[in-house]
């Protein structure tokens, strides 16, 4: 099992940075991708990134060249910096994992809210 927990949400102003973590714990060793995804009020959830085991990264088009996904060296926290913040990303935001042994996002926190006003 992997555990995850998110934080660093808040209100922002649009322009405005913040940075998401996501702590894991549990059978880490067992993830082969982790991402971000994120759901608005009456919208389906969408992913923003994801980063491999190897990795690599990917993006959503509506975020290339403002968000960045990284993790740290042992892999156990997940982050997502957010700059040039718009209200259109205002939205809760989930960390996912997928282990090596499945081939969708097995692992889920509970989210953490990111608001964004004009």
């Known amino acids: 099992q992997v555990q995850l927990v998110e934080s660093g949400g808040g209100s922002v102003q649009a322009g405005g940075s913040l940075r998401l973590s996501c702590a894991a714990s549990g059978y880490t060793y067992s993830i082969s991708c982790m991402g971000w995804f994120r759901q608005a009020p009456g919208k389906e959830r969408e992913g923003v990134a994801t980063?491999?085991?190897?990795?690599?990264?990917s993006y959503a088009d509506s975020v290339k060249g403002r968000f960045t996904i990284s993790q740290d060296n042992a892999k156990s926290t997940l982050y997502l910096q957010m700059n040039s913040l718009k209200p259109e990303d205002t939205a809760m935001y989930y960390c996912?994992?997928?282990?090596?042994?499945?081939?969708?996002?097995?692992?889920w926190g509970q989210g953490t809210q990111v608001t964004v006003s004009s």
């Open positions: 980063i491999d085991s190897d990795g690599s990264t």
């Open positions: 996912a994992a997928k282990p090596f042994s499945a081939s969708g996002w097995t692992y």
